[in-house]
């Protein structure tokens, strides 16, 4: 088995994310959303895991706001992340996640909020704790953030881009 590739997402690499989404949630609502913050231009940063010239993997972040005592802080949101149903269970997803943390904290990025499985994203750094004192129609269990900077804001009203509330 050759070596997986992460790499930023690249123009005609949209219909294979697309397909992949499809695949990987068995539904059209994450390509969906993804064309639309693409269209929107609200991607932050989106990367595919490539192995033998096949995209197996995708993640995207997009520009969320935390909005808190007058100011308006800059975020990122993490969704969709997918890897091929038929290569799960390989690391693509953690390679995935891993890298784009990096780049993102690189880029000067602060806080990433994600709407996930705390099992699966506890592991990178993510807690229901740190994402507690948000104001969202998706607080709950699920909601989860990350912080790469003790001076990310802890508490707000997040404004997601649109397109999450057009996928409904």
């Not at 064309?35 to 990367?47: A, K, N, T």
């Not at 595919?48 to 993997?57: K, M």
């Amino acid at each position: 088995m050759s070596a997986v590739i992460i790499r930023p997402e690249e123009v005609g690499d949209e219909t294979a994310i697309r397909l992949l989404l499809v695949n990987a949630f068995g539904g059209e609502a994450e390509a969906r959303l993804v064309d639309e913050l693409r269209s929107s231009g609200e991607v932050v940063l989106s990367l595919v895991a490539e192995r033998d010239g096949e995209i197996r993997g995708h993640i995207l972040f997009s520009r969320l706001w935390v909005h808190n005592a007058g100011e308006r802080f800059a975020a990122v949101a993490l969704a969709p992340l997918a890897v091929h149903p038929g290569h799960q269970h390989e690391g693509i997803g953690s390679g995935l996640v891993e890298d784009a943390h990096a780049r993102l904290e690189a880029q000067g990025e602060k806080l990433s909020l994600v709407h996930g499985e705390p099992a699966y994203y506890g592991r990178f750094g993510y807690s229901r704790e740190r994402a507690a004192g948000f104001e969202t129609i998706y607080q709950g269990e699920y909601l989860q953030a990350r912080a790469w900077d003790d001076a990310a804001p802890a508490a707000g009203r997040l404004d997601y881009p649109q397109a999450f509330a057009d996928i409904g």
